[in-house]
């Protein structure tokens, strides 16, 4: 199942249709959670330190039991997102806040995954996909500092922005990715690059995700029991 933001619904819809699962919205969900064979439970929304798809830690965490306790074979949540695993050194990310929620007893609830860090540096990162029906392809930027990340997101605009008119909806974004990447390997042969990027179609986002094994909290690391 893909749960969405409000305004996320048509790439969530399309991540849903390559995945072959169903979509609804956050807000559906946590009036009614559904009855749900799958055991990965994905959810795309607007991420950051403090919230993700509009809600905090203590929320999320008891969305994630209310799934659970309805579908006990919830083994796996993806967070779709910027910045779920991102913030300044003086700050927990939103992972280091949800992960010790989620420990019940010597267990976590459910294992949970998001996309690479891309370095312990890195403390800003931003995901780029296409609110368009029919649209495919994600791309993620993760920097050590956010004018790398932003450096990294305009470098992407400027490939878009050559990609021809005629392009298929379908096409057009991924056909940005190449254009891109020259750029950014010219970069990173000059050492002038602060930030990595990770980028592929939405039937290749679901490999290309990281379980969360440690959360921070006051400056130390924690390890994340198994479920």
Known sequence: MILYQDDHILRAGNLARVLNERSMSVTAAVAAVPACADSTLTIWGHGGPDSFADKTAPDLRGLIAAW?????????????????????????????????????GSKSLVAVKALPRGGSKAT??????????????????????????????????????????????????????????????R??????????????SFSQLRARLVQVTTYSQNGKIYAVPGV
């Not at 990294?152 to 298929?168: I, R, W, Y």
Request: hydrophobic residues 45%.
């Open 68 to 104: 659970k306790t309805r579908n006990p074979q919830l083994a796996t949540v993806e967070l779709i997102t910027c910045d779920a695993r991102h913030a300044e050194a003086d700050r927990d990310s939103y992972t280091d806040k949800l992960m010790p929620l989620l420990i019940v």
């Open 124 to 185: 800003w990162s931003v995901l780029r996909a296409v609110e368009a029906a029919g649209s495919n392809g994600y791309y993620f930027i993760a920097g050590e500092t956010e004018p790398a990340m932003n450096q990294g997101a305009k470098v992407l605009t400027e490939a878009e922005a050559q990609v021809p008119a005629s392009t298929a909806i379908a096409d057009r974004f991924m056909a940005a990715f190449p254009i891109a990447k020259a750029v950014n390997d």
């Open 187 to 200: 970069a990173a042969m000059s050492k002038a690059l602060g930030y990595v990027c990770s980028s592929g």
